[in-house]
């Protein structure tokens, strides 16, 4: 079983940066996928960025070059730097890890990220 905690969210104006951290405790191995997703009200949730153990990315169309995803295995937490935010940025983020070549798939509670001015 995997645990899922994340810290960082909040209200930011439009330009501004936060840095989202999400730590995962219980049976986790490096090799695990760790990522971001969001979800506006009335969305989908849909995928910000992932990355997997040797280190690979991949990145929503709308966050490309303005997020960075990155993980430390040692500490089995995976953190998102969030540039230059967009009031459409708005969104509950939750921390995502999964088991490649396998169906288990962990969330995290979420956590709120407001833009505005």
């Known amino acids: 079983q995997v645990q899922l905690v994340e810290s960082g969210g909040g209200l930011v104006q439009p330009g501004g940066s936060l840095r989202l951290s999400c730590a995962a405790s219980?049976?986790?191995?490096?090799?695990?996928?760790m990522g971001w997703y969001c979800q506006a009200p009335g969305k989908q949730r849909e995928l910000v960025a992932d990355i997997a153990g040797d280190g690979t990315t991949n990145y929503g169309d709308s966050v490309k070059g303005r997020f960075t995803i990155s993980r430390d295995n040692t500490k089995n937490t995976v953190f998102l730097q969030m540039n230059s935010l967009k009031p459409e940025d708005t969104a509950v983020y939750y921390c995502n890890l999964r088991i490649p070549y396998s169906r288990q798939n962990y969330w995290g509670q979420g956590t709120q990220v407001t833009v505005s001015s």
């Open positions: 219980g049976t986790v191995h490096s090799f695990y996928v």
